[in-house]
């Protein structure tokens, strides 16, 4: 981040400009009696979106990455196990760019001058369970990219589909608390946003949270090992 700094910065400046677009079109075309609930949802769901884009799409990006410099065989040659290897990856990636997302959250409720109940004894606990299963994701899009290697057009749509869904509460569409990390982030707009503690939520809804995380976790682990199975059977490891 520092040795390519006009890149970080860009990066920056481009998610605080889309927060801009959202921000503008709520207060130009919307309704002026929920504005200010409406402007701390597209805060919240904006940030939580980057924080899914950035652990999901950035692994994906680095084994094309790895496949198109010829070292993702290195890679895989390491002493260890190469689901280990992308696990650290992310949680690296994750820490790395929680400094990203507190500049633009922070700049995002300066700017809407909308500032979120951030109790983090609860935000944090209801965040961790979370992202487990978001590594899921990135274990399954990483597989897939070992195999198709080039898959710059899915990874751009997938952003998209992560901002469908980061962009609609569960309270409209209640089927999606079943998809991937749709209930921990509707908690994480009642703690933000409504002020509750993580004592106020029912305990049924954290069980589910914990087994949902876990459950979309191994499939996506599952998934990858599929996919590295049929990488290691067609060799394609080895070549680009």
Request: with cysteine.
């Given at each position: 981040?520092?040795?390519?700094?006009?890149?970080?910065?860009?990066?920056?400046?481009?998610?605080?400009?889309?927060?801009?677009?959202?921000?503008?079109?709520?207060t130009?075309?919307?309704?002026?009696?929920?504005?200010?609930?409406?402007?701390?949802m597209?805060?919240?769901?904006?940030?939580?979106?980057?924080?899914?884009?950035?652990?999901?799409?950035?692994?994906?990006?680095?084994?094309?990455?790895?496949?198109?410099?010829?070292?993702?065989?290195?890679?895989?040659?390491?002493?260890?196990?190469?689901?280990?290897?992308?696990?650290?990856?992310?949680?690296?990636?994750?820490?790395?760019?929680?400094?990203?997302?507190?500049?633009?959250?922070?700049?995002?409720?300066?700017?809407?001058?909308?500032?979120?109940?951030?109790?983090?004894?609860?935000?944090?606990?209801?965040?961790?369970?979370?992202?487990?299963?978001?590594?899921?994701?990135?274990?399954?899009?990483?597989?897939?990219?070992?195999i198709?290697?080039?898959?710059?057009?899915?990874?751009?749509?997938?952003?998209?589909?992560?901002?469908?869904?980061?962009f609609?509460?569960?309270?409209?569409?209640?089927?999606?608390?079943?998809?991937?990390?749709?209930?921990?982030?509707?908690?994480?707009?009642?703690?933000?946003?409504?002020?509750?503690?993580?004592?106020?939520?029912?305990?049924?809804?954290?069980?589910?949270?914990?087994?949902?995380?876990?459950?979309?976790?191994?499939?996506?682990?599952?998934?990858?090992?599929?996919?590295?199975?049929?990488?290691?059977?067609?060799?394609l490891?080895?070549?680009?």
């Amino acid at each position: 981040m520092f040795r390519y700094l006009p890149n970080t910065i860009s990066e920056l400046v481009i998610f605080y400009i889309i927060f801009l677009g959202f921000f503008l079109g709520i207060t130009l075309v919307g309704d002026q009696q929920t504005i200010d609930y409406n402007i701390q949802m597209v805060i919240l769901n904006y940030v939580f979106w980057f924080l899914i884009l950035s652990i999901t799409q950035g692994i994906g990006w680095e084994i094309s990455n790895e496949a198109g410099q010829g070292t993702l065989e290195q890679l895989y040659m390491t002493p260890y196990k190469l689901w280990y290897v992308l696990l650290s990856r992310m949680i690296s990636t994750l820490l790395i760019n929680i400094v990203t997302i507190t500049l633009l959250l922070f700049a995002a409720m300066f700017t809407s001058q909308q500032w979120l109940n951030m109790d983090l004894l609860s935000i944090l606990p209801i965040l961790g369970i979370t992202l487990f299963g978001v590594f899921g994701l990135g274990y399954a899009i990483a597989g897939i990219t070992m195999i198709l290697k080039q898959v710059d057009y899915i990874l751009q749509l997938f952003q998209f589909v992560i901002m469908g869904l980061t962009f609609v509460p569960i309270t409209v569409v209640p089927i999606l608390k079943f998809g991937p990390f749709m209930l921990g982030l509707q908690l994480i707009r009642e703690i933000a946003i409504r002020g509750i503690a993580i004592t106020d939520i029912p305990i049924g809804d954290l069980i589910f949270l914990i087994i949902n995380s876990f459950l979309y976790f191994i499939i996506g682990l599952l998934c990858f090992k599929k996919c590295e199975q049929i990488a290691k059977r067609k060799g394609l490891f080895g070549h680009y």
